[in-house]
Nanobody
Framework: QVRLVESGGGLVQPGGSLRLACAAS????????MSWHRRAPGKEREMLGT???????DMSYFVRGRFSISRDITKNTVYLQMSSLQLEDTGVYYC?????????WGQGTQVTVSQ
């Protein structure tokens, strides 16, 4: 059974940083592309970036330079490092693993950027 569990969210001031983690079980993250997404209040879910099975990272243009994705193979965990956080970065952050035969999401972790 595949399970993705996000953690690391919380309240942060503008300009601050957070690192989110996505712990995977039931799959080996080396074998699949993993991605991070978020849903801001009142908006559609948007993809923030991906890390391929070989470790290649591709970030969406609107977070490039502020957000990055990495992984720890030994912990089977993918990370989203966020810096220079802005009010508009508030939302629920999700990790995802998608494959032609399956599509799994975590439960999400709340990030709130506020004074």
């Amino acid at each position: 059974q595949v399970r993705l569990v996000e953690s690391g969210g919380g309240l942060v001031q503008p300009g601050g940083s957070l690192r989110l983690a996505c712990a995977a079980s039931g799959i080996n993250i080396r074998s699949y592309a993993m991605s991070w997404h978020r849903r801001a209040p009142g908006k559609e879910r948007e993809m923030l970036g991906t890390i391929g099975s070989r470790g290649t990272v591709d970030m969406s243009y609107f977070v490039r330079g502020r957000f990055s994705i990495s992984r720890d193979i030994t912990k089977n965990t993918v990370y989203l490092q966020m810096s220079s956080l802005q009010l508009e970065d508030t939302g629920v952050y999700y990790c995802n693993v998608a494959h032609p035969s399956f599509d799994y999401w975590g439960q999400g972790t709340q990030v709130t950027v506020s004074q």
